[in-house]
């Protein structure tokens, strides 16, 4: 109950334009954002672009929450900011569906044969890349970005809130799979 009566205090104060009041809140629904974004992976989007965005619909959902509505501004911000990150997916695929659109085939071009072997290569190591991080759970897909330098271990572990032992297992989960994934090939 305490809870509600300070969010709602706070959320007067971000409708007010109370920068402050908007970044207490922020810190307070912290983990959930974590939750939230930790699964997905937007190309050239890093972590301060996720808290940014994060931040943002805070602000947003601030100004329309109504509380007389009888939901929760904790269930309501969880909602708004899922729908905005799978907003943020359904575009980035978009773009990636417009240059398959605008791309040309090589027969067609005979000029552009001494890059067609480059190309054709990188396509296939993407998509065999595609392929095995489907076979990773969610914890693997966080352990594999510790892997690739994307993330530190400490900031992966407490944002899935794990050990730093359960960290390392999915690591090596991850790379047992991915020899495993090139094998088959």
Not at 86 to 96: C, G, M, V
Not at 133 to 162: I, K, M, P, W, Y
Request: hydrophobic content about 35%; charged content about 25%; aromatic content about 12%.
């Amino acid at each position: 109950m305490e809870s509600a009566k300070r969010d709602a205090n706070l959320i007067q104060a971000v409708v007010e334009n109370d920068s402050e009041a908007l970044d207490v809140l922020f810190k307070a629904y912290l983990p959930m954002v974590y939750r939230t974004f930790t699964p997905y992976y937007i190309r050239l989007f890093d972590e301060d672009d996720w808290l940014q965005e994060a931040r943002i619909v805070c602000y947003e959902t601030c100004q329309c929450y109504d509380q007389n509505c009888g939901k929760s501004f904790g269930g309501f911000y969880k909602l708004r900011f899922h729908h905005h990150v799978l907003n943020l997916i359904r575009k980035e695929l978009a773009q990636k569906r417009r240059v398959d659109q605008q791309a040309l085939l090589f027969d067609c071009c005979p000029e552009c044969n001494a890059l067609a072997e480059d190309t054709v290569a990188y396509y296939q190591s993407t998509v065999e890349m595609r392929a095995y991080l489907e076979t990773l759970s969610a914890l693997e897909l966080v352990a594999f970005r510790v892997l690739t330098g994307q993330l530190a271990v400490e900031q992966a572990c407490r944002q899935l809130d794990c050990t730093f032992e359960q960290m390392k297992r999915a690591q090596s989960r991850c790379q047992t799979k991915l020899k495993r994934f090139y094998t088959k090939q």
